[in-house]
């Protein structure tokens, strides 16, 4: 069975390209070509995350090079009117820094990148420290795991400590990260516990509950 990828830890990158507060433009973008990622944290010091640079940080400078700085509508802008004369990271970053701790579950990642409407997050520690990075794409890592291995945690992580001693007559089908639960129950009240806890397990999409009850026909939660 493969292990379920549970906090940041488990799908981030660990090898990351880093700049300096100093950094000039032009190497920027070049980093950002050459690793072929959408934002870059830049260090100070013994490696703590300062800020994070990102091609929306960059785009200003050609978006306003030939406009007139007068013009009402870019008057609004002036935050993005001060990064197109920006010439180094500490002038085009964003600070402070939207991070995550590595010990932090995958669904508070994806919901700070929501949040703050961001693709990467820095991974750091407890003193700020950059240990890697996780991005959307690693978050949706979890929906590749296998339909097997989904079934058995349902088996082993719901039906047993829910249901011991029915265990082998209830059915857990996994299609495409839809769990399927069906048998049949004495007792129907833990339906919607049961249904709760498997979405919980990772790489689920659904949960369908067809739990049959003596003389009743199946219940779905």
Avoid: N, Y
């Amino acid at each position: 069975m493969s292990e379920t990828p549970h906090i940041v830890s488990d799908v981030m990158t660990r090898t990351v390209v880093a700049v300096g507060r100093d950094a000039p433009f032009k190497e920027l973008v070049q980093t950002l070509g050459q690793w072929r990622v959408s934002a870059i944290p830049v260090l100070e010091g013994e490696g703590r995350v300062v800020g994070v640079v990102s091609e929306a940080d960059l785009l200003p400078k050609e978006e306003f090079r030939d406009s007139d700085p007068a013009r009402f509508e870019q008057l609004r802008r002036l935050p993005d009117l001060a990064k197109a004369g920006a010439l180094t990271a500490e002038e085009l970053m964003s600070t402070p820094a939207v991070t995550v701790h590595a010990d932090a579950t995958l669904a508070e990642a994806a919901r700070i990148m929501a949040v703050r409407r961001v693709k990467r997050l820095p991974v750091v520690d407890a003193e700020g420290k950059l240990q890697g990075i996780v991005s959307r794409g690693d978050l949706l890592k979890v929906f590749l795991r296998a339909d097997e291995d989904i079934a058995e945690e349902v088996r082993r992580t719901v039906v047993s400590p829910l249901f011991p001693a029915l265990g082998h007559a209830l059915h857990v089908r996994v299609d495409e990260g839809v769990v399927t639960l069906s048998g049949q129950l004495h007792d129907t009240t833990l339906i919607p516990v049961a249904a709760r806890l498997a979405r919980g397990v990772e790489g689920v999409v659904d949960v369908e509950c067809h739990f049959r009850a003596a003389g009743q026909r199946s219940e779905a939660a």
